[in-house]
């Protein structure tokens, strides 16, 4: 029993880091480039930059939340409409940011 109420205090606490960084974006600002908090549109998917939940449906539209930390971020981090990556033998066209 001891070791399931560690796991669900580790679990509870994971929870509240991830509200902390939600809380911290301003979702009415509009992104120029990509950061915390973007919605960014690509011709491989359509990414949300804030923390690590899997996949969402919003409007008809697929997001997949992916964190700061995660390689695909750092590699889109900064760039802006118009610009291409090559991340994993893939090429990523930045088509809109929100």
Avoid: C, W
């Amino acid at each position: 029993m001891q070791l399931e109420i560690l796991k669900y205090s580790s679990q509870l606490n994971e929870g509240f880091e991830l509200k902390k960084v939600l809380n911290k974006i301003d979702f009415k600002k509009n992104h120029e480039k990509v950061e915390t908090g973007s919605l960014v549109y690509t011709t491989n998917g359509n990414f949300f930059i804030a923390i690590s939940a899997g996949k969402i449906t919003i409007e008809q539209k697929e997001y997949v939340t992916i964190s700061y930390s995660s390689p695909l971020t750092q590699a889109l981090y900064g760039k802006k409409v118009n610009d291409k990556i090559h991340f994993r033998d893939k090429v990523y066209l930045i088509e809109s940011i929100s």
